[in-house]
């Protein structure tokens, strides 16, 4: 059973580009989640999609956006991209409420 | 607006030492607790959790934990480390009803001296 995948694994942007980011949930599993991670802290929830529609949102700006499609799998796009959104971007994702599972991440890079 | 702090920012253990790994965290309900373990360039692996029930919580790996509410705390534990278990940890604090949204701590980066 493969896990949460995620690509691609590492991804160099120059300011101003837009990026989009992919993931696949485990089998089984409906809700997905990214999570940003700067180097030395801890991850920061960014939104949860459910039904394809996203349910709850953490506190960044409209030029970070998501989609989910029909099988569950999901896409994060960023905009605009400045030298601060460089940083480890990981996916997780569950059934409904139960324990999230994560990926292994894309490492993005903004020069 | 829930918070977790991990107070110790770097923890050096010898290989076969007990370990305790603080964590504390600021919620109005019962809270949902999680520890997770990074290995560096890695995504983040589920050590144990709780929801409810008892509060000490055995996980995977030799780990357990236990819940204490009146220090608000869910410290993170195993009697005798391996050089393995290098990595950076993470407790998360989830609420009830909203999925995978996770609020993390700022980690805590364990090394191991043979």
């Known amino acids: 059973d493969a896990g949460v995948t995620q690509s691609p694994t590492h991804l160099i942007k120059t300011r101003g580009q837009q990026v989009t980011l992919r993931c696949s949930p485990k089998s089984g599993h409906d809700t997905v989640s990214w999570y940003q991670q700067a180097l030395g802290q801890g991850p920061q929830f960014i939104f949860q999609y459910y039904e394809e529609e996203e349910r709850q949102r953490g506190n960044f700006p409209d030029r970070f956006s998501g989609h989910q499609f029909p099988n569950y799998s999901s896409e994060l796009n960023v905009n605009a991209l400045l030298l601060g959104d460089s940083a480890l971007y990981l996916c997780a994702s569950s059934y409904r409420q139960g324990s999230a599972f994560f990926g292994q991440g894309t490492r993005l890079t903004v020069v | 607006a829930q918070s977790v702090t991990q107070p110790d920012i770097h923890i050096t253990v010898s290989e076969g030492a007990s370990l305790e790994l603080r964590c504390n965290y600021s919620?109005?309900?019962?809270?949902?607790l999680f520890w997770y373990v990074q290995s560096p360039g890695q995504g983040l692996q589920l050590l144990l959790k709780y929801f409810s029930g008892d509060t000490l919580v055995q996980g995977i790996k030799g780990f357990e934990a236990e819940f204490k509410r009146s220090q608000s705390s869910f410290n993170l534990r195993k009697p005798s480390v391996h050089w393995s278990d290098a990595a950076e940890y993470f407790c998360?604090?989830?609420?009830?009803?909203?999925?995978?949204?996770?609020?993390f701590g700022g980690g805590t980066r364990l090394m191991v001296k043979p």
């Open positions: 919620y109005g309900a019962t809270p949902y």
């Open positions: 998360a604090v989830g609420v009830e009803n909203a999925g995978n949204m996770l609020t």
